[in-house]
């Protein structure tokens, strides 16, 4: 049973840098928590106060109801996986995994049935004997995740365990790890700068930028409801398309102005503009590239969603879907099809956006117009 809770964390360094600011979570036992953004966010600053290694400046770090903010690394019951792979290299495999228990004089008898038992989980028993010079990328990385699991820790912390590997190993490794962590139903903690990995092992994601908590919320919620462009931006890829466009009124009744196009919105959208007084204001249209379609000449005007002209530019085949690329006022688009389609490129042609799909996002602050998510802390 773990819990972690960090209470309006600060952590400002020696010289002058804030690199983490007023950060609130609260984790509850068997989580699988992400810490995604950009490099130089705060996400390993935060992983190290947690961990003990690095001073929290300011705030309080609950574990399991006690405040842990000066007990020392070695006395918070929890593990460490790197990057870079921290093997003893003089030592085998087994060494390795043993190391720890070791330390802690433990019988040789439970030694060799925990490292056994590790061995087999992360299948790496034929490989007990071996140097670490001896083992791939992958493998190394499979033994530095050993010799965390090993110890029974109450919490996993991660940093980037998998940016060292190639594509391949890194989505093979990926599906290990969330294996790993309902095997050992434990409380995890990852650092990561790759929003697929956030995306597909996050129970909860913490999204950060420049030190600041943006969201906090499920992989699904974070992708359907961005609390603003930042996030929306962040999240998926192809990265999220962002249209400007004006809120115009004629006769009473609401549409979007892009560029010299107009397009129709619902009644619910119109309510909405009118409440939140976005009329005549610029705003910013968000549309997730797999919600954009084109249309074939038969269907050209019929369809109740919101329809721009555009001229579709380059086309690239991934395999079962394809991304078609156009431009508006210079700034290029994306659209994910699929691969049969017979999208013609460098003819005017209708696309449509889903209208449920649509996100809007005010000019000036970013925040997501209707994003129902008010508290930026939300779990
Ligand atoms: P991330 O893990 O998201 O890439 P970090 O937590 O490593 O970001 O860094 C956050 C900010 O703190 C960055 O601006 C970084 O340059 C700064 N920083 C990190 N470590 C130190 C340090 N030991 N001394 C001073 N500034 C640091």
Redesign the pocket.
Known sequence: MSTLELKNINKI???G?A??RDFNLEVKDKEFIIFV??????????L?MIAGLEEISEGELWIDNSLVNYVETKDRDLAMVFQNYALYPYMTVYENLAFSLRVRKLPKKEIDEKVRKTAKILQIEELLFRKPKALSGGQKQRVAIGSAIVREPKLFLMDEPLSNLDAKLRAQMRVEIAKLHKELSTTIIY?T?DQTEAMTLGTKIVV?KD?IVQQIAQPKDLYENPINKFVAGFIGAPAMNFIDAVVRVRYRELYLEVLDQEIQINDFLSREFYAKGYVNEKIVIGIRPEDISFLTKEEQDVSQDSIITVVPDLRELLGAEANIYFKLANKTFCAVVPADNNIKLNEPTQLVMKQNKMLFFDVTTEENIFSIQKNKNFA
């Open positions: 360094y020696e010289n840098v690199a983490v953004g950009p490099s130089g966010c705060g996400k390993s600053t935060t190290r650092v700068h950060m030190g």
